[in-house]
């Protein structure tokens, strides 16, 4: 026999909002990503307001129905619509999983991913067997114990750090891992060095490079210059880059530096476009 729907009431609906919440934020992550770094630099009273903010946008919608709820009738009316909706909004989130299956694989090692795949497989058999019993085709709560189980174990083992990937990868082309060392190095011997701070989660930093810093007119520019190019991977928390930032007083990537032979050092904005980069490589070529 099918389950029946629960009662309505406000636990159920503060525990919907908790939900909501918990799903939706990771698809906010980009645009909320700079409000949360800045909220975690500042006094308790600013991220509170922050945080606050960040609730009341989520529920605005749910509260301006309770005001007004004959705004009810604007609403598409359900239908046969949802399926092929529901089945739409699918590839966005599969695109989703390939992104964080990539992200994570520039963070454990072959063994982690192994473990995450073995994780993934027994949540999609709890999630089955769930469902199963929700709709009334029975029970078997010893094998969800079991993927629990698993799923807990996998979890716990890739948060322990042992299958972390150890150091910075090698260069990419014309770009050297970052290090301070290298910063004074370049600098001595009369070049200029552009440093950019990472990490493979960043979609900022991933965009940034496929518009501008990977660009040929940008690379030829470097080329040019004589700047030595420089990157630091933020994306396991490195604590020299965590320094770095904290020193141009960020929380987080991304972060564009160039050291000019002169001792200065211009910090670029978050959003680079090749126009952007072009001038600040070489400010005299602008000038009158």
């Given amino acids: 026999m099918i389950r029946t729907v629960p009662a309505p009431g406000p636990w159920r ?3 919907t909002g908790v939900l909501t919440v918990i799903v939706a934020s990771p698809c906010t992550a980009p645009l909320m990503g700079a409000a949360l770094g800045y909220a975690v630099t500042q006094p308790a009273l600013i991220a509170l307001l922050i945080f606050l903010s960040l609730g009341i946008g989520m529920a605005l919608p749910w509260l301006i129905l309770c005001l007004w709820p004959a705004w009810i009738k604007h609403l598409p009316r359900p239908g046969r619509w949802m399926n092929t909706f529901k089945k739409v909004m699918a590839l966005p989130i599969l695109c989703t ?3 964080l299956g990539w992200v994570l694989s520039k963070q454990v090692t072959l063994n982690g991913m ?11 058999i709890f999630l089955w067997l769930l469902g199963r019993e929700q709709w009334g085709r029975g029970k078997n709560r010893s094998l969800m114990g079991v993927m629990l189980v698993v799923i807990t174990s996998c979890v716990v083992l890739i948060g322990s750090g042992n299958f972390d990937r150890r150091g910075s990868v090698a260069g990419e082309g014309n770009w050297k891992v970052w290090s301070q060392e290298a910063v004074i190095q370049s600098l001595s011997e009369g070049r200029p060095v552009f440093v950019d701070l990472t990490a493979a989660w960043c979609m900022t930093c991933q965009a940034n490079k496929l518009s501008t810093l990977n660009r040929e007119e940008v690379q030829t520019r470097f080329k040019t210059l004589n700047y030595t190019l420089l990157y630091g991977d933020w994306t396991n928390r490195d604590p020299a880059i965590t320094e770095l930032l904290a ?3 960020r929380s987080g990537v991304p972060l564009y530096l160039i050291y000019r032979t002169d001792g200065s050092v211009d910090v670029l904005p978050e959003l680079l476009t090749p126009g ?10 602008s000038e009158p």
């Fill in 247 to 249: 020193d141009f007083g």
């Fill in 114 to 124: 192994l473990l995450m795949g073995c994780a993934i497989g027994a949540m999609a």
């Fill in 276 to 285: 952007i980069l072009l001038e600040a490589l070489d400010p005299s070529a």
């Fill in 13 to 15: 609906s503060f525990f």
């Fill in 97 to 99: 999983v390939i992104w």
